[in-house]
């Protein structure tokens, strides 16, 4: 079994200002990670992923997150935000391949990013 | 480009009444995931399907029954709800064990 842990529920920052947000797992089989972004009302879409490889992933709006298996850490982090960063954002893990079509997620609590102007 | 379609988006219903919420997965994929998600928590899986058979099974109460079908499209069948039910329902859809991909959700509301 899996488990997620995001530290920080809620996470108020100003406009421009830099932002981590925590995740850390707990799993006894390796597995894949995610994060999820889920505006007011909205579905989850995928912010970014580990699979294998760098360990440092990147998002296409400036997002990036760092997989250390040592720490059993994934945490997001953005040099700058932007009012339009506002959300709720989920850290997922998945087991490796663990069957066809077995790849449910187990999510964290969720931590609400709030952009101050 | 086709996303996963839910529908209905809004569902009010009276308790111990029944609800079906039905999921058209992305063209091509083969696999659908049904999650809850209470309000203001985690989205929990429920169950999952792989071509039209149940490969998973999560936190699916009794009363919840779900299959896919031939065209690969999913229902979700919910009897005697109860106040506790009222959550956003996601389906999401993989190809195989790919990355999956989320619908919009549909909002079911228990009265």
């Known amino acids: 079994a899996q488990s997620v842990t995001q530290l920080d529920s809620q996470v108020p920052v100003f406009e421009e200002a830099p932002v981590e947000l925590r995740c850390n797992y707990s799993s006894s089989v390796s597995v894949y990670l995610f994060w999820y972004v889920q505006y007011p009302n909205q579905g989850l879409q995928l912010l970014l992923k580990?699979?294998?490889?760098?360990?440092l992933v990147k998002s296409i709006n400036g997002f990036e997150a760092e997989f250390n298996k040592s720490q059993t850490s994934f945490h997001l982090r953005k040099p700058s935000v932007h009012i339009s960063d506002t959300a709720e954002y989920f850290c997922?893990?998945?087991?490796?391949?663990?069957?066809?079509?077995?790849?449910?997620?187990?999510f964290g609590k969720g931590t609400k990013l709030s952009v101050i102007p | 480009a086709a996303g996963v379609i839910q529908s209905p988006r809004h569902l009010i219903k009276e308790k111990r009444e029944t609800a079906t919420l039905k999921c058209y997965p992305i063209?091509?994929?083969?696999?659908v995931y049904w999650y809850q998600q209470g309000p203001g928590q985690d989205p929990q899986f429920l169950i999952s399907?792989?071509?039209?058979?149940?490969?998973d099974k999560g936190s699916i109460p009794d009363r919840f029954s779900a299959q896919q079908f031939s065209d690969y499209h999913s229902e979700l069948n919910m009897s005697s709800l109860e106040l506790g039910d009222s959550a956003l329902y996601f389906c999401?859809?993989?190809?195989?064990?790919?990355?999956?991909?989320f619908g919009q959700g549909t909002r079911l509301t228990v009265v």
């Open positions: 399907f792989y071509e039209k058979m149940q490969s």
């Open positions: 997922a893990v998945s087991p490796l391949y663990s069957g066809a079509g077995s790849y449910q997620l187990t």
């Open positions: 999401a859809s993989s190809l195989d064990k790919d990355e999956a991909f």
């Open positions: 580990y699979l294998s490889g760098s360990t």
């Open positions: 063209p091509r994929h083969d696999t």
